[in-house]
């Protein structure tokens, strides 16, 4: 077995226990105990996939799929960072974060606009597809915005800002992690990047709404205001 083929079925072990972690924290109740606990796992395992696509486009994997396993990351790590600051506290994570969502988002425009010129875009599909590292792109430079936006009042939010930012970086992490799934276990196309990315975001809506409304994490907001 090769190193290409050892690092290919760790980032697989790692891509599962990620998308089983995320979908039962969407099941148990919201909370500080398991809830949290199989956020810290699902974190883990989203920074084994980042690393093992580091490793495996070394081997000489597409660079896409380096490029959104960096926008997954950056998700992931802000999302679980709003989890744990109760206290509102801004430190250098902060800072290195925003950035890391600002190269990346940066990166994937690079890469659409060479998709678009040179005509070689991955997996055999025509130009067209940079339309899918733009949307990324666009919602790695936003997302990185909102959390430098969210420091305004020269602390991190606390209370149903905090709750409401972590399912929004969480649940774009989510999206991130089943687009990658879908696209190894189904044909490459734009409906299969970007059809997470729809079928998702109303959710994730939906569960901000009920956050606001008190309906969803009632007893984390009250512990932390």
Known sequence: MTPSEITLIFHIIAGSIALTTMSLSYLVKKGPKLHAKIGRIYVYSMIGVGITAVTLFIFGSPTFLLLIAFFSLYLVLVGWR?????????????????????????????????????????????NSFAIVPVVFAFLSI?????????????????????ITLHLTY???????????????????????????????????TWYNIRVNKGTVAKNIISNTN
């Open 82 to 126: 709003f989890a744990v600051n109760r206290k509102g506290l801004i430190t250098k994570t902060d800072t290195i974060l925003i950035r890391f969502g600002i190269i990346a988002g940066l990166l994937l425009l690079i890469f659409a606009i060479y998709i678009t010129f040179s005509g070689q875009a991955p997996f055999g599909l025509s």
């Open 142 to 162: 936003g997302l990185a915005y909102q959390q430098k936006k969210s420091q305004q009042t020269g602390s991190n939010p606390k209370g149903k800002k905090r």
């Open 170 to 204: 969480m649940g774009a992490g989510t999206i991130s992690t089943i687009t990658a799934f879908t696209i190894t276990i189904f044909d490459h196309s734009i409906f299969t990047w970007l059809g997470a990315t729809i079928l998702i975001s109303p959710i994730l």
